[in-house]
């Protein structure tokens, strides 16, 4: 079992920033992380993922503006993310993911206004 703490959410203005991070209550060197979020009435989706070996993928509407990283020794995973848009508002999840084990965060909201 792996616990999930996300923080750092907020609410800030068009163009600002905000870094996001995931706690996780044991090492997760071995497992894929990401970030998804939820806006209202739409379905979860995935924003950026870091696998086991450090390689990233993002979804195309934050790429070049969202960075994911992570610190092992912490069991903690950050999204750096800048120049933020409206369309970014949404809650924001962590996901550990090791087959056939998945475990989510309680989520965090990012508001931004424009």
Known sequence: QVQLVESGGGLVQAGGSLRLSCAASRSISLYFMGWYRQAPGKQRELVARITSAGNTNYAGSV???????????????????????????????????????????QGTQVTVSS
């Open 63 to 105: 790429k070049g503006r969202f960075t994911i990283s992570r610190d092992v020794a912490k069991n903690t995973v950050y999204l750096q993310m800048n120049n933020l848009k409206p369309e970014d508002t949404a809650v924001y999840y962590c996901n550990a993911d090791l087959n056939p084990h998945n475990y989510w965060g």
